[in-house]
């Protein structure tokens, strides 16, 4: 009975999705169709930015673009994982630690790190480097705090019982805590990724030699509306996959847990 | 969609501060920022590069004095105030929807999850061909910015509510509308302030943003048009305005949220 | 139990460090790549001047294949240009004038040695039986880029001319793509910009010439110090191939515009192109930068106060190096 239920559902959910894609087209060609302007300057039909999609990808500069992004965007969050894990899990752990860091992430936090990207080219120069800084930044205090929240949520009890079972420190940490805050780091790498696309394009379009934003800034300077067109759709489409990654993850790893 | 808690509501969760601590360490750090930027000044002594502190209070007495900063302050808080309270107006009702209705919640979440990724900051070229220099583009760019993280914190709100306060409720035999209003509403709230404060703080960026790039009046005009005279200790001005600005919502939020914590404490007891 | 979730948790996670190695020594490949040959990087931006041609048919790289290693980088404007080059970034770049001296005026250390193109900006009128002339644009709708810039002392100057002053005129701020735009939309009755933006409007039969300053002078060739001082020969060549780029383009221009049309691809077609070239930007006979001209030019942007230079004859002595482009034969 369950199982049936379940199945419309999720069956449902696709029908909406196409559902809900065909009516964004059908808005797309009304909104093209709607003056000269928006169809030679800001919105051009399906078909003439289908037909430029096509020839970015023959030349190869799509492709090239949208790895420049990728790979950006992976190693600053790679790098921010292998930073805000131990110091988020330390943090989350000693009070001592926390107290004395505390100012410091509550002064940088608020502030975007949208707002960094001028400073980040002005030391890092208009390569790789300053965009990987960007996510890096933005997704350490995602993971950070998370990480730090996963730590200070741990039932009390398990850790006595451990405490009281023998457990040396050592084993604490690794066998106890990680495990336990490992659910709300993923969740905080989810979140974290999914400002991170957006991000890694806007610091693109202010200074870079490559990317999905410098081609959609690129565009715009030529009056070619259809790159950026295309650069929105990978945006969203970049963002439903990772978000789409993130969470077939965090369910092997529930799984994982429960068969425990 | 799935969990969406950004990190700022963690500050809702009690770790135990030392606040007294916090504050003395955040005017020491405070103090020493103004003496490293005298210093930087002095040793630089180019004020195109970085003029020393006291060149910008010079000038912001003498904007303040003069009238000259008011109209600027005033369209952009104006444009912040109008197109922020109409999109959390939308995104809240939106939200409560999706979260009552399931259909809705399936016909909506599509769109949701693709637009979601693409940064306000991206729209900005698009929205001035399409609207124009004017009032209209600049409240778009505050919806989008404030559109989605509100949206998501509201259903996120409606979400953690306590099963069993909804039971009750409806055990006592309440109707559907009393609900939303007197359970609903209240106990989703500081999720809410959440959300509202997220969206301010994006959409006050984007704002300034936009109005770098296409207006006449503004904080961001300001700044940009001080830059093209290489006048840095306007744009610091102007950047120091914004920051403050920022900031000043944000503890209003902030403040604004904790009541309603508390009233959801209330209402649980 | 929980042992055997750690272990294969370990083992993914080395994976993954272990392919993020090797992405990121495959990304960073050309930055630790040894080089032979003169590695010459030059900054362009999508604008019709005559490096982008040079680029497009591969030129250089044709002509000094086993000398120089020609790697292009392309700006969006001329800004994150010169920040390159502060940086290092970039030995070459074209630039606006403006940009350019305001970038010295930040302290930014680069040497102009060559003139690139000429009569990149102007004013365009909105065709409408309204507005008639110059002094028909009291109480207008004006686009403009900024204050700081060039074009807004052309605003200045035509209006004068109209016998208004800025206070007559509605003034918008815009980016320079934006403005034949707002333009077709009647959003705006003029706009001061540049080429290709100018003959955009004006071919598509929206505005008509409005204004363009005499005698002007656009755009120049700077390179970095470091690089000049070292590699002198390097700079001459280079030079020589963009004038005879230029040399090319004003007795080619339908070929010309076929090759920049290539470059664009958006909605500046061949025939925008092919206006500008004939009936607006002005490819320079002599390449030589001159001193005279820099400083008649910046008494003047002084006099508008976009610029603040007390000293201008040292200010010009040290920014600009005739002797690269002399040595280019004619």
């Known amino acids: 009975m369950k199982n049936s239920v379940s199945h419309f559902k999720n069956h449902r959910r696709k029908l909406f999705f196409l559902i809900d894609i065909i009516i964004l087209l059908i808005l797309w060609t009304i909104v093209s169709f709607s003056s000269e302007v928006a169809y030679n300057y800001i919105l051009p039909p399906i078909n003439v930015v289908f037909g430029d999609f096509v020839k970015l990808i023959a030349d190869g500069v799509l492709v090239q673009h949208i790895t420049s992004s990728v790979l950006r965007t992976l190693l600053g969050f790679f790098l921010a994982v292998i930073t805000a894990v131990p110091v988020g899990l330390l943090l989350g752990w000693s009070e001592r630690f926390y107290s004395i860091f505390e100012p410091i992430i509550e002064i940088l936090r608020p502030i975007s790190p949208i707002a960094w990207i001028p400073l980040s080219i002005l030391w890092f120069g208009i390569g790789e480097n300053s965009k990987i800084f960007i996510i890096w930044l933005l997704a350490f205090f995602f993971i950070i705090m998370n990480a730090i929240h996963g730590v200070k949520n741990i039932n009390p009890n398990l850790i006595d019982a451990a405490r009281t079972l023998g457990a040396s420190k050592k084993f604490l940490f690794f066998k106890v805590i990680m495990p336990a805050a490992f659910p709300n780091i993923l969740i905080g790498m989810r979140l974290g990724m999914g400002v991170s696309i957006g991000a890694v394009v806007i610091a693109e379009m202010i200074a870079a030699k490559s990317g999905i934003g410098f081609m959609m800034e690129r565009a715009r300077t030529v009056i070619d509306p259809s790159p950026v067109i295309i650069g929105l759709v990978l945006i969203g489409l970049l963002g439903i996959l990772t978000n789409l990654c993130f969470v077939k993850i965090e369910n092997f790893m529930m799984k994982h847990r429960v068969s425990k | ?269 | 139990m929980v042992k055997k979730g750690i272990i294969k948790r370990c083992i993914i996670l080395s994976g993954v460090v272990l392919m993020f190695f090797v992405i990121s020594i495959g990304f960073f490949h050309e930055q630790l790549a040894a080089k032979e040959k003169l590695v010459i990087k030059i900054g362009v931006q999508p604008v019709i001047l005559p490096e982008l041609i040079t680029q497009s048919k591969g030129i250089l790289e044709k002509k000094y294949k086993n000398k120089y290693e020609i790697s292009w980088i392309e700006f969006t404007h001329a800004g994150p240009g010169i920040e390159a080059m502060a940086a290092g970034e970039i030995d070459f770049l074209d630039a606006g004038v403006m940009p350019l001296i305001q970038g010295r005026e930040k302290g930014r250390d680069y040497w102009a040695v060559g003139n690139s193109i000429g009569n990149v900006t102007g004013m365009v009128i909105r065709k409408d039986p309204g507005i008639k002339g110059l002094k028909d644009l009291k109480g207008k709708k004006v686009s403009y880029p900024g204050a700081g810039s060039w074009q807004y002392a052309i605003l200045l100057m035509a209006l004068e001319k109209g016998g208004l002053t800025i206070k007559d005129v509605e003034l918008h701020r815009a980016r320079f793509p934006e403005m034949p735009i707002l333009m077709k939309k009647k959003s705006v009755d003029a706009f001061v910009g540049v080429e290709p933006f100018l003959s955009l409007s004006i071919v598509e039969g929206d505005a008509e010439m409005g204004f363009r300053p005499a005698d002007e002078l656009s755009g120049f060739f700077v390179v970095r110090p470091a690089f000049a001082k070292s590699n002198p020969e390097a700079v001459t060549n280079v030079l020589a191939e963009f004038h005879e780029t230029s040399k090319w383009i004003k007795s080619h221009p339908e070929e010309a515009a076929e090759e920049y049309a290539k470059v664009f691809k958006g909605a500046i077609k061949k025939e925008v192109i092919l206006y500008a070239i004939k009936n607006g930007l002005t490819f320079m006979d002599d390449i030589v930068p001159t001193y005279d001209h820099w400083i008649k030019f910046i008494n003047s942007t002084n006099s508008y106060e976009l610029t603040k230079i007390a000293d201008i004859e040292t200010f010009v002595k040290d920014f600009i190096h005739p002797e690269f482009a002399k040595k280019v034969r004619k």
């Open chain 2, 1 to 269: 969609m799935e969990e969406i808690r950004y990190f700022e509501d963690i500050s809702f969760i009690d770790f135990p501060k030392k606040k007294a601590i916090n504050k003395v360490f955040f005017l020491i750090g405070f103090f020493i920022l103004l003496v490293s930027w005298f210093l930087l000044s002095e040793i630089i002594n180019n004020k195109t590069f970085l003029p020393s502190p006291f060149a910008v209070v010079k000038v912001l007495v003498s904007y303040i004095i003069t009238g000259k900063i008011f109209p600027h302050l005033w369209d952009s808080l104006l444009r912040i105030f109008v197109g922020f309270s109409l999109a959390s107006l939308v995104a809240v009702g939106i939200g409560l929807l999706m979260s009552l209705s399931k259909i809705f919640n399936d016909i909506c979440e599509p769109f949701i999850e693709l637009f979601r990724p693409i940064p306000p900051y991206c729209y900005i070229s698009v929205t001035l061909l399409w609207f124009g220099m004017g009032f209209t583009g600049k409240i778009f760019i505050i919806y989008i910015a404030t559109f989605f993280p509100v949206l998501l914190n509201t259903i996120l709100g409606v979400k953690e509510i306590d099963g069993k306060l909804l039971e009750a409720a409806q055990t006592l035999g309440a109707k559907k509308n009393f609900i939303v209003r007197k359970v609903i509403l209240p106990s989703s709230l500081p999720s809410i302030m959440t959300g509202l404060r997220l969206g301010f703080g994006t959409a006050w960026l984007s704002l300034v943003a936009a109005e770098m790039v296409g207006a006449s009046s503004g904080l961001g005009f300001l700044i940009s048009d001080a830059r093209e005279f290489v006048e840095t200790d306007v744009v610091i001005m102007g950047m120091i305005i914004i920051g403050l600005i920022g900031y000043a919502f944000s503890v209003v939020f902030d403040k604004l949220s904790h009541l309603a914590f508390q009233h959801r404490r209330k209402l649980q007891n």
